[in-house]
């Protein structure tokens, strides 16, 4: 995978992956995860982390209205998505990536509609940062069991 | 210290803490940080992450322009706040709060122009997330020694 997906070459429609910075000392490191000036920003709603712990596999998600704006700073986490929508050139797709320090520390931007779902895979917890579009709401998104059929992939 | 601290209550006019949901369960947990919502939300510029080494201390800095919404989701910092704006009721005051899970797990609020200095607490890296009112600007912010005799506050 190319370490910068954008629109034009994204396996799934809406679905970018940027690198972000990390500035790193001897004291410590200062991390980027969005600015509201980025041609990438797609508004912002609210913030928060998700922490993952080694091995828990959350999965599957799917948001109607928000678009998601994640990064990895703490772990390491595999993430595979999914275009279950019907109509676009990259219905049907799977995508996966991992996210985490130092090599792969980058955003990854969910589209709505676009299913999703995340495992830990360090030692340690993984905390996933995000920046959503929206202030959470619970009538918004919905959970898809693990195993379904619908979706192509198969979590080891 | 209060567990809530409003504008009516600071020791430094315009900054507030408010404590923060943490959702926890076997597989992990998911931390509130900032709404778009919220009454205390100052707008969106930007959000990163700031990690400290153990001991590691760093101060002191003040911003122009920009208001930040910081929490610790990993690891425990010690906070120290002064008030060097002339003219504010709360002129000359120092604020100090300890942020880290689980026990203060909140959302610090810091006005522009208030000074304000961190020191990582725990045996492993604290990690701040922020989110502030404007993209960064290095020409809004100003760095002051450590030292300074002008902030009433010895770093242990």
């Not at 599957?60 to 772990?75: C, E, L, N, Y």
């Not at 996966?96 to 792969?104: H, K, M, Y």
């Amino acid at each position: 995978m190319d370490d910068k997906l954008d629109r034009a070459t994204s396996p799934i429609e809406g679905v970018a992956l940027y690198d972000l910075k990390v500035f790193s000392d001897h004291r410590g490191a200062v991390l980027h995860h969005l600015r509201s000036d980025a041609a990438h920003f797609h508004g912002f709603g609210e913030s928060y982390l998700s922490e993952t712990n080694p091995g828990v596999i959350k999965a599957w998600k799917r948001h109607h209205r928000i678009t998601q704006h994640m990064a990895v700073p703490v772990g390491r986490m595999q993430f595979v998505l999914f275009d279950g929508r019907p109509g676009t050139a990259t219905s049907g797709n799977v995508f996966t990536c991992v996210l985490g320090r130092p090599d792969a520390y980058k955003l990854l931007i969910i589209p709505p509609l676009v299913c999703y779902g995340f495992q830990c895979i360090s030692d340690s917890p993984g905390l996933i940062v995000n920046a959503v579009t929206h202030p959470h709401d619970p009538n918004e998104s919905e959970t898809i069991p693990v195993n379904s059929p619908a979706i192509p992939y198969v979590w080891g």
